[in-house]
């Protein structure tokens, strides 16, 4: 892990709320969207992907940072992410960056796996 990079993401600055990373393909629709809701309720988020080619690519340091992975489908979960704090909801790649469906279909994901843990 890079010192600078573990730095910034124990930051003190960030605040006390809880830091949801929110991961999809490539980080650029689903999980900037869903990042903006989670936000809704108070939490600290962050998007990334898993491609090559994401905007912000998921790392070490990212996972490091956060308290809850949220991945937007199960194909996208990798080996290193850590189950226990990882959450997968079944949003598919067809949407639009804060498309209303896609906003109404991460609420009842979202919320769903909250009464089912």
């Known amino acids: 892990m890079r010192k600078n990079a573990l730095w910034n993401c124990r930051n003190p ?3 006390s709320e809880k830091r949801v990373l929110v991961v999809c393909s490539a980080g650029l629709l689903r999980s900037p ?21 994401a905007l912000i690519q998921y790392d070490d340091v990212l996972e490091h940072w956060a308290d809850e992975i ?13 189950k226990e704090k990882t959450t997968v909801l079944n ?3 067809i949407f639009e960056y804060m498309d209303k469906t ?8 979202y919320e769903n ?5």
């Open 113 to 117: 796996t909250l009464h089912n843990t």
């Open 70 to 82: 949220v991945v937007m489908n199960p194909e996208l979960v990798i080996d290193t992410m850590p």
């Open 91 to 93: 949003i598919p790649d």
């Open 13 to 15: 600055f960030q605040g």
């Open 102 to 109: 896609l906003q109404k279909r991460i609420k009842e994901e």
């Open 33 to 53: 969207t869903c990042a903006w809701l989670l936000s809704q309720y108070k939490y600290n988020t962050r998007s990334c992907g898993i491609h090559d080619y």
